[in-house]
Nanobody
Framework: VQLVESGGGLVQPGGSLKLSCVASGFNFGSYEMSWLRQAPGKGPEWVSAIDSGGSGYYADSVKGRFTISRDNAKNTLYLYLNNVRPEDTAVYYC?????????????WGQGTQVTVSS
């Protein structure tokens, strides 16, 4: 399993960003996929997940602002961040499967840093 995130960077409050995660080493289209994040000094937090049919699920903290999607033909997972806030600053990780707690995830990418600041 290999997961490679990209798209992070510095964005102003209220701005937008698109994160991507290219997957390899498994049958991507058959699996639920997740995004998690870890803010400085905090533990990992589940952000969003998408099932194999393309339905998205979100943490309350990002609902209405973030959108998850997937392109199975490209083995790629996306996370669109809109109307970002300083508290969205974190390293964002994509992960294989969807579990109840972050500690249950075995397969993570290396992460991409998102910094929200003016």
């Amino acid at each position: 399993v290999q997961l490679v995130e990209s798209g992070g960077g510095l964005v102003q409050p209220g701005g937008s960003l698109k994160l991507s995660c290219v997957a390899s080493g498994f049958n991507f289209g058959s699996y639920e996929m997740s995004w998690l994040r870890q803010a400085p000094g905090k533990g990992p937090e589940w952000v969003s997940a998408i099932d194999s049919g393309g339905s998205g699920y979100y943490a309350d903290s990002v609902k209405g602002r973030f959108t998850i999607s997937r392109d199975n033909a490209k083995n790629t997972l996306y996370l669109y961040l809109n109307n970002v806030r300083p508290e969205d600053t974190a390293v964002y990780y994509c992960a294989k499967n969807w579990y109840s707690t972050p500690q249950e995830y075995d397969d993570w990418g290396q992460g991409t840093q998102v910094t929200v600041s003016s």
